[in-house]
């Protein structure tokens, strides 16, 4: 603990002396009575002192344990006086990590405590992806007078590390059966349980399908097509391009990250319902990946391999998030005025002079991965036209697409608080999420300001 004393009645001092002084010279009594004033002041300030005041303690508090990124948190800090004489000036600033905003309250306060008596500051900060820890409170005890004080920094007991990292888990060993794909249902008929239409009997069809009561009624021998049902692979393509990593205000987390978090969460919700799942992501660098990118530039990672490796693909993704991020927001007037500043990637789509199938490397490399049984969930902000073209392409394909799109677009602001810019940004995204479902493409606009799990819930149905 640093303590000193602050000479704050130097003042006092000499106006008592002067008076005094004055008081002797001329020898006029009512100048020593006017002596006492500033006396009294010097006396109180010499008299003052922490000697035996007990360190206050602190306790802190996060109101939400495992927050997702992007939603706020409220910290309770809770400062304790254990000691039996008062405290009559603490001031206590929280350690509030560099990467966190402060959206609501203050971690500073300046409180009196009597002995046994305790005082709560509460403040609310913006969840990241990632560990955060908070640093030691620092705490400033001075006396009623100023004159003494004692600076320190005092360890918070409760809780010290604010974690928002969702990570993939790992397969469990021992498992009582393996893993198995899910199934999906087409709009084709064959195999399967449900009723899809009837044809005339061809030569090597199962008895078991013959419709032998219309073959009693009128003879025809008919068989019955169900609707087929085929192993569904997944692949959940993450959306980390430079343009992704839009951020809807500052302090909160970019586009990228709210997408590595989607990613994961929808991830372990697919591989949970033993659907066999791949993860890959777009605008990756060689130093966001551990041992560098693939030679297609796609890291890939199957559920039925390796879940670690998952979890190094969204690890990657938050890297990419972390680096190069803007400092823009959407209409915030760092711009162009009209949205998001399309910012050039490797991922920007280009189309052929005569406006045909775009020619983006990006999407040509990610449907050379593809299986042919294979759908696809697309998590990005739709920010720019790629999520389009790359729609367009796997319709082409046979492929099936949904999309999970957080709005990044200033969706917190209040209505009557939009900018212009704001406005003209979210129309734009709003237009390229109806292009999206003119491909066929499911969308799930996910406002950041509602529970993922309600916007999973919606995109699952489609999965399972």
């Keep these: 603990m640093n303590r000193d004393r602050i000479p704050r009645f130097r003042g006092a001092l000499a106006g008592t002396l002067l008076l005094t002084t004055l008081g002797l010279l001329y020898a006029e009594p009512r100048l020593f009575a006017v002596a006492v004033v500033p006396l009294a002041y010097v006396a109180f300030g010499a008299l003052s002192s922490l000697a035996g005041a007990t360190e206050p303690e602190i306790e802190r508090e996060f109101d939400a ?11 309770t800090l809770t400062v304790r006086n254990p000691g039996e004489s008062a405290l009559s000036d603490v001031r206590v600033v929280d350690g509030v990590p560099d990467e966190l905003a402060v959206v609501s309250g203050s971690p500073r306060a300046a409180v009196a405590l009597r002995a046994g008596e305790e005082a709560t500051v509460s403040y609310s900060v913006v969840a990241k992806r990632g560990d955060h820890e908070f ?25 010290t590390t604010l974690s928002c990292t969702r990570s993939v888990s790992d397969p469990p060993f021992g498992r009582a059966s393996p893993r198995r794909a899910g199934t999906h249902t087409t709009d084709s008929g064959g195999e399967g349980v449900e009723f899809h239409s009837t044809r005339e009997y061809r030569p090597g069809d199962p008895i078991g399908r013959v419709d032998w009561r219309r073959f009693a009624k009128t003879g025809d021998l008919t068989t019955v ?60 660098g060689d130093g966001d990946v551990t041992g560098g990118l693939p030679a297609d530039d ?133 237009v390229r999420l109806w292009d999206l479902r003119t491909t066929g493409a499911t969308v799930v606009d996910w406002d950041v300001n509602d529970p993922l799990g309600i916007a999973l819930e919606r995109s699952l149905r489609t999965l399972l």
Excluded: K, M
């Design 65 to 75: 344990a495992s927050p997702p990124p992007g939603s706020e948190v409220e910290v």
């Design 135 to 159: 640093g030691d409170p620092a705490v400033r005890v001075r006396t009623a007078s100023g004159t003494d004080r004692a600076t320190t920094a005092i360890p918070a007991a409760g809780e």
């Design 225 to 284: 097509e169900f609707r087929e049902e085929r192993a569904a692979r997944t692949v959940v393509v993450v959306d980390a391009r430079p343009v992704a990593r839009t951020t809807p205000s500052a302090g909160y987390p970019n586009g990228a990250e709210l997408c590595a978090y989607a990613g994961e969460r929808l991830y372990d919700s697919l591989t949970a319902a033993n659907v066999a799942t791949s993860v890959t992501a777009v605008g990756l």
């Design 298 to 430: 796609l890291p890939w990672a199957a559920s039925d391999a390796d879940g670690a490796s998952a979890r190094l693909v969204f690890e990657a993704v938050g890297s990419a998030a972390d680096r190069d991020s803007p400092t823009y927001v959407p209409g915030d007037g760092t711009e162009s005025g009209d949205g998001p500043t399309p910012v050039a990637s490797p991922g920007a789509t280009t189309a052929t002079a005569d406006g045909g199938a775009p020619t983006d490397s990006a999407v040509r490399r990610l449907l050379a991965r593809l299986s042919a049984d294979a759908q696809v969930v697309l998590v990005s902000p739709v920010l720019d036209d790629w999520p389009e073209s790359l729609a367009r392409s796997l319709s082409l394909r046979g492929h099936d697409l949904a999309v999970l799109s957080p709005d990044v677009t200033g969706g917190r602001v209040p209505e009557g608080e939009r900018s212009p810019g704001r406005a003209v940004a979210g129309t734009r995204r709003e």
